[in-house]
C-alpha cells in the first residue's frame, strides 16, 4: 500500500487548542509540505472552518459532531483508506489505522479528569490498542506507561515526539491580552511564569505555595493557560503576587515568554511537556519536574527539581536569579536541545508509519532518571553472614547506586563483617520487624526520594534500584512499589545464596504490571515524601507481610497507587534459621488481620480469605507437615488466636509472648 492513500482525521479542527490538539496541527502542516503527502485527503466534520492546505485534499462530510461523528460517520467517510488519528482518540470499529496516545494520564491520574472523560477513555483507548495497525506516542516515558496501563508491548509503540518550530512563528509585539493584564494588575516586577490548566497533575499548587518566598524575592507569578472541561478543576489559593491571566492567544504566550524570568513547569505527569521546548526555543530558562517526560525533554537544558519538594524549586529561582551566566548558558543549551524534537521529523515519521506500520523509526534517546536519592533498609536479627552476603552482593551489582545502605539490627553484632563497611550505615534498636524499620527509617536523610526495604535473605536484580526510580518518576500517584519473586524459597526448603545469585543472572525482566498490590516486604519500595508520620505498627510484632500490607494500606488510604512490576525482581532464599516457632506464626496469621480489620488496613473479604487458607493449610498438613515447616505449631497457633478473638481480645503482640517449645530451633 503505497503511503499516498491514506485520510487524517481532522475532528481536531473543531476543538479548542490544547497541548494535544496543537500537537495534530502542528503534524498536519508538516505533513502537508512533504511530497510523500500528496493525494492524503483531511477529513473533517462538515461544519468545519476551511483550513489552509497546500497539498492535501479536503474532504468534509457528515451530518454529526465530536465524539459521535468520529466514532459513526468518520469509519464510512474514510472508506478504505488507511486512517491517521493524532489526538489520543479514533473510530473503534476501524482497524485499517494509526492512533497517537500521548500518555496514559486517565489510567495513571484518573482524578485530573472529569468522570464522563474517564468513561470514555477507559473503554475505547483499550479497544484502539488490540484494533489498530500501530500506536504511536509523543515520548518514551509516555510509551512505557501506556504499555503499563494498555494490553501492549513497549517495544510495538512508536515515539514521535512534538516539535518547536512553531514557537519561533509567535510575535510578541501582536500580544493584546498579557501586556494589559500584567500592566492592570500591577504585575511590573520580574516574574517566573507557569504555563497549563488547573488540572490537579499541572501541580500549579506547589508555585502558589512558594509564592509567599517568591514574594520576598521581588518575584511575580503568572500563570496562563485554562481548562476545556476535560479536566477536573483544582482549586488555587489566591496570593498577591500571583496572577491568572487565564487562555492566551500565542502571541501572547511569545509576549509572556520573552519576558519572564523563567518557566515553571512543576508537572506531576506529561506525555511530552510542549511548553519546555517552547520556552527553550524562544529564549526562556526553564525550572522542570524531575518526572516523567521532562526529563527526556530538558535534557541538559534545564535545571529540575521534585514536584514534591517545594524547597528545591525555591533555591533553583533564587540561584537563577543570583546568575546572570546561568541565566545564559541555559537559554544557549536549550536552543541546542530543542533541535531534536522538529514538526517535520515528527511529519516524516508518521508518513514512514502510514506507508509501512511495523517500521521501526529513530527517536530521540530516552533518558536514565537524574539525581535519584535513594535509601535502602536491611532490617537483620542473628543472621550476620546472610546479611552480609546479600548486601555485599547488593552493593556490588545494582546499576543505580543507592544514596544510602541502612543495616537495622538489635546488636551491631547482628551486622557481622559489615561494621565498618564505608557503605553501609549500621543503627541498632528495639527487637521486631516493625521496630527496626522504624528505626531505620529515621536514620533516612531528608532528601531521600524513595525507600526500599528488602529481607536479609533477598538477591535483587541488578537492575531492581533502577527500575524502581523510574517508576516512581513515571507515574506520579504511586506511592508503594513491589518487584516480582522469581523463586520463594520460603515455600519450600530454602534456597542457597549461590543458587539465588545464579537464578537471577538467568532471570528476565517481564512487562506484566498488577495494580493494586500489596507490597511483599521481601523487596519493596516507598516514596519518601508519601510516608511523613506514617510508620510500621509495631504491635505486629510478626508475620512481616501483613506488617508490609498494613504499611501500605495507611499510605494508600491518602490517595496513593500501590502496585507490582515484573521488570525488577529477585529471589528470595527463605533462610530458614533465626525464624519465630510455628505457635508464635501461626497465631500471627489469625490476629494479625482481624487487628488490621479493626484499623480499616484490610478489608473483610480479604481477612477471611487470608485466614481461611493459613488454617486450612495447616490442619490439613499437620498429619504429614513438609520437613521445613511447623504445621502443628501454626495449627496450636491458629486455635489459641481463634480463643482469643472470641474473648474479644485482639492483641497482636501476644505473639511474641508464648513460650517457645522445645522444637522452636525448628523451622516456621
Given at each position: 500500500?503505497?503511503?499516498?492513500?491514506?485520510?487524517?482525521?481532522?475532528?481536531?479542527?473543531?476543538?479548542?487548542?490544547?497541548?494535544?490538539?496543537?500537537?495534530a496541527r502542528n503534524v498536519l502542516g508538516a505533513m502537508d509540505k512533504f511530497t510523500g503527502a500528496d493525494g492524503a485527503t483531511l477529513i473533517v466534520p462538515t461544519k468545519t472552518g476551511e483550513p489552509s492546505l497546500q497539498r492535501m485534499k479536503l474532504e468534509k462530510g457528515g451530518q454529526l459532531s465530536g465524539h459521535a461523528w468520529e466514532q459513526i460517520e468518520l469509519p464510512?467517510?474514510?472508506?478504505?483508506?488507511?486512517?491517521?488519528?493524532?489526538?489520543?482518540?479514533?473510530?473503534?470499529?476501524?482497524?485499517?489505522?494509526?492512533?497517537?496516545?500521548?500518555?496514559?494520564?486517565?489510567?495513571?491520574?484518573?482524578?485530573?479528569?472529569?468522570?464522563?472523560?474517564?468513561?470514555?477513555?477507559?473503554?475505547?483507548?483499550?479497544?484502539?490498542?488490540?484494533?489498530?495497525?500501530?500506536?504511536?506516542?509523543?515520548?518514551?516515558?509516555?510509551?512505557?506507561?501506556?504499555?503499563?496501563?494498555?494490553?501492549?508491548?513497549?517495544?510495538?509503540?512508536?515515539?514521535?515526539?512534538?516539535?518547536?518550530?512553531?514557537?519561533?512563528?509567535?510575535?510578541?509585539?501582536?500580544?493584546?491580552?498579557?501586556?494589559?493584564?500584567?500592566?492592570?494588575?500591577?504585575?511590573?516586577?520580574?516574574?517566573?511564569?507557569?504555563?497549563?490548566?488547573?488540572?490537579?497533575?499541572?501541580?500549579?499548587?506547589?508555585?502558589?505555595?512558594?509564592?509567599?518566598?517568591?514574594?520576598?524575592?521581588?518575584?511575580?507569578?503568572?500563570?496562563?493557560?485554562?481548562?476545556?472541561?476535560?479536566?477536573?478543576?483544582?482549586?488555587?489559593?489566591?496570593?498577591?503576587?500571583?496572577?491568572?491571566?487565564?487562555?492566551?492567544?500565542?502571541?501572547?504566550?511569545?509576549?509572556?515568554?520573552?519576558?519572564?524570568?523563567?518557566?515553571?513547569?512543576?508537572?506531576?505527569?506529561?506525555?511530552?511537556?510542549?511548553?519546555?521546548?517552547?520556552?527553550?526555543?524562544?529564549?526562556?530558562?526553564?525550572?522542570?519536574?524531575?518526572?516523567?517526560?521532562?526529563?527526556?525533554?530538558?535534557?541538559?537544558?534545564?535545571?529540575?527539581?521534585?514536584?514534591?519538594?517545594?524547597?528545591?524549586?525555591?533555591?533553583?529561582?533564587?540561584?537563577?536569579?543570583?546568575?546572570?551566566?546561568?541565566?545564559?548558558?541555559?537559554?544557549?543549551?536549550?536552543?541546542?536541545?530543542?533541535?531534536?524534537?522538529?514538526?517535520?521529523?515528527?511529519?516524516?515519521?508518521?508518513?514512514?508509519?502510514?506507508?509501512?506500520?511495523?517500521?521501526?523509526?529513530?527517536?530521540?534517546?530516552?533518558?536514565?532518571?537524574?539525581?535519584?536519592?535513594?535509601?535502602?533498609?536491611?532490617?537483620?536479627?542473628?543472621?550476620?553472614?546472610?546479611?552480609?552476603?546479600?548486601?555485599?552482593?547488593?552493593?556490588?551489582t545494582q546499576t543505580l547506586k543507592p544514596d544510602a545502605v541502612i543495616v537495622s539490627c538489635v546488636d551491631a553484632s547482628d551486622a557481622g563483617d559489615l561494621v565498618g563497611h564505608p557503605g553501609v550505615t549500621i543503627v541498632t534498636g528495639p527487637p521486631g520487624l516493625a521496630a527496626q524499620r522504624n528505626t531505620a527509617l529515621k536514620h533516612v536523610a531528608s532528601r531521600t526520594?524513595?525507600?526500599?526495604?528488602?529481607?536479609?535473605?533477598?538477591?535483587?536484580?541488578?537492575?531492581?534500584?533502577?527500575?524502581?526510580?523510574?517508576?516512581?518518576?513515571?507515574?506520579?500517584?504511586?506511592?508503594?512499589?513491589?518487584?516480582?519473586?522469581?523463586?520463594?524459597?520460603?515455600?519450600?526448603?530454602?534456597?542457597?545464596?549461590?543458587?539465588?545469585?545464579?537464578?537471577?543472572?538467568?532471570?528476565?525482566?517481564?512487562?506484566?504490571?498488577?495494580?493494586p498490590f500489596s507490597p511483599y516486604g521481601c523487596n519493596m519500595a516507598f516514596r519518601f515524601s508519601a510516608i511523613g508520620n506514617v510508620s510500621f505498627d509495631e504491635r505486629l510484632v510478626l508475620y512481616g507481610w501483613l506488617e508490609d500490607r498494613d504499611f501500605a494500606a495507611a499510605l494508600a488510604k491518602q490517595g496513593g497507587r500501590l502496585v507490582k512490576s515484573a521488570l525488577?525482581?529477585?529471589?528470595?532464599?527463605?533462610?530458614?534459621?533465626?525464624?519465630?516457632?510455628?505457635?508464635?506464626?501461626?497465631?500471627?496469621?489469625?490476629?494479625?488481620?482481624?487487628?488490621?480489620?479493626?484499623?480499616?488496613?484490610?478489608?473483610?473479604?480479604?481477612?477471611?480469605?487470608?485466614?481461611?487458607?493459613?488454617?486450612?493449610?495447616?490442619?490439613?498438613?499437620?498429619?504429614?507437615?513438609?520437613?521445613?515447616?511447623?504445621?502443628?505449631?501454626?495449627?496450636?497457633?491458629?486455635?489459641?488466636?481463634?480463643?482469643?478473638?472470641?474473648?474479644?481480645?485482639?492483641?497482636?503482640?501476644?505473639?511474641?509472648?508464648?513460650?517457645?517449645?522445645?522444637?522452636?530451633?525448628?523451622?516456621?
Amino acid at each position: 500500500m503505497s503511503a499516498r492513500e491514506f485520510a487524517i482525521n481532522g475532528r481536531f479542527l473543531t476543538q479548542d487548542v490544547t497541548g494535544v490538539q496543537r500537537y495534530a496541527r502542528n503534524v498536519l502542516g508538516a505533513m502537508d509540505k512533504f511530497t510523500g503527502a500528496d493525494g492524503a485527503t483531511l477529513i473533517v466534520p462538515t461544519k468545519t472552518g476551511e483550513p489552509s492546505l497546500q497539498r492535501m485534499k479536503l474532504e468534509k462530510g457528515g451530518q454529526l459532531s465530536g465524539h459521535a461523528w468520529e466514532q459513526i460517520e468518520l469509519p464510512w467517510l474514510s472508506n478504505n483508506r488507511r486512517l491517521l488519528n493524532l489526538c489520543n482518540t479514533a473510530p473503534a470499529v476501524k482497524a485499517d489505522q494509526i492512533v497517537c496516545i500521548h500518555d496514559a494520564n486517565i489510567f495513571a491520574a484518573p482524578q485530573s479528569y472529569s468522570r464522563s472523560f474517564r468513561a470514555l477513555y477507559h473503554n475505547l483507548q483499550p479497544l484502539l490498542v488490540r484494533r489498530s495497525l500501530r500506536i504511536a506516542s509523543v515520548s518514551h516515558a509516555a510509551a512505557r506507561q501506556i504499555a503499563r496501563h494498555l494490553p501492549i508491548r513497549l517495544s510495538d509503540i512508536a515515539v514521535l515526539p512534538n516539535g518547536h518550530e512553531h514557537a519561533l512563528s509567535w510575535n510578541p509585539d501582536l500580544a493584546d491580552l498579557a501586556p494589559k493584564v500584567l500592566s492592570s494588575s500591577g504585575a511590573v516586577r520580574p516574574f517566573v511564569l507557569a504555563l497549563g490548566s488547573r488540572a490537579r497533575h499541572k501541580n500549579l499548587s506547589l508555585l502558589i505555595a512558594i509564592a509567599p518566598e517568591l514574594d520576598d524575592m521581588n518575584l511575580d507569578v503568572v500563570i496562563a493557560g485554562g481548562g476545556d472541561g476535560v479536566f477536573a478543576e483544582q482549586e488555587l489559593q489566591r496570593r498577591p503576587n500571583v496572577h491568572f491571566l487565564g487562555r492566551v492567544s500565542d502571541h501572547d504566550l511569545a509576549y509572556l515568554l520573552d519576558q519572564a524570568l523563567c518557566l515553571a513547569f512543576p508537572s506531576l505527569t506529561e506525555g511530552f511537556g510542549l511548553p519546555i521546548v517552547e520556552a527553550m526555543a524562544r529564549s526562556c530558562p526553564v525550572i522542570s519536574s524531575h518526572c516523567a517526560s521532562m526529563p527526556e525533554v530538558c535534557g541538559e537544558a534545564a535545571l529540575t527539581a521534585s514536584p514534591f519538594e517545594p524547597r528545591e524549586w525555591i533555591k533553583a529561582i533564587r540561584t537563577l536569579v543570583a546568575s546572570v551566566h546561568l541565566r545564559s548558558d541555559l537559554v544557549g543549551r536549550g536552543h541546542e536541545q530543542v533541535q531534536q524534537f522538529s514538526w517535520e521529523k515528527a511529519a516524516s515519521g508518521y508518513i514512514e508509519l502510514l506507508d509501512n506500520p511495523k517500521t521501526e523509526l529513530r527517536s530521540h534517546k530516552s533518558v536514565d532518571p537524574s539525581g535519584p536519592h535513594a535509601s535502602v533498609v536491611f532490617a537483620t536479627r542473628g543472621r550476620p553472614e546472610i546479611v552480609a552476603a546479600s548486601v555485599r552482593h547488593f552493593l556490588s551489582t545494582q546499576t543505580l547506586k543507592p544514596d544510602a545502605v541502612i543495616v537495622s539490627c538489635v546488636d551491631a553484632s547482628d551486622a557481622g563483617d559489615l561494621v565498618g563497611h564505608p557503605g553501609v550505615t549500621i543503627v541498632t534498636g528495639p527487637p521486631g520487624l516493625a521496630a527496626q524499620r522504624n528505626t531505620a527509617l529515621k536514620h533516612v536523610a531528608s532528601r531521600t526520594e524513595i525507600v526500599a526495604f528488602f529481607d536479609d535473605d533477598f538477591i535483587a536484580d541488578k537492575n531492581w534500584l533502577a527500575t524502581a526510580i523510574q517508576t516512581f518518576r513515571d507515574e506520579s500517584q504511586i506511592v508503594g512499589f513491589t518487584g516480582h519473586i522469581l523463586a520463594d524459597g520460603i515455600k519450600g526448603p530454602g534456597i542457597s545464596f549461590q543458587d539465588a545469585v545464579d537464578l537471577v543472572e538467568v532471570g528476565q525482566a517481564d512487562a506484566k504490571w498488577s495494580e493494586p498490590f500489596s507490597p511483599y516486604g521481601c523487596n519493596m519500595a516507598f516514596r519518601f515524601s508519601a510516608i511523613g508520620n506514617v510508620s510500621f505498627d509495631e504491635r505486629l510484632v510478626l508475620y512481616g507481610w501483613l506488617e508490609d500490607r498494613d504499611f501500605a494500606a495507611a499510605l494508600a488510604k491518602q490517595g496513593g497507587r500501590l502496585v507490582k512490576s515484573a521488570l525488577a525482581f529477585g529471589v528470595h532464599m527463605g533462610v530458614k534459621s533465626g525464624r519465630v516457632s510455628g505457635e508464635r506464626l501461626g497465631y500471627s496469621q489469625v490476629i494479625n488481620p482481624l487487628y488490621m480489620l479493626t484499623k480499616g488496613t484490610m478489608s473483610l473479604p480479604n481477612v477471611v480469605d487470608h485466614i481461611f487458607r493459613n488454617t486450612a493449610s495447616n490442619f490439613s498438613r499437620a498429619v504429614w507437615p513438609e520437613p521445613f515447616i511447623d504445621r502443628r505449631g501454626r495449627a496450636r497457633g491458629n486455635l489459641m488466636a481463634a480463643l482469643d478473638a472470641l474473648r474479644g481480645k485482639l492483641e497482636p503482640e501476644r505473639a511474641a509472648a508464648i513460650a517457645m517449645p522445645k522444637s522452636a530451633s525448628r523451622t516456621s
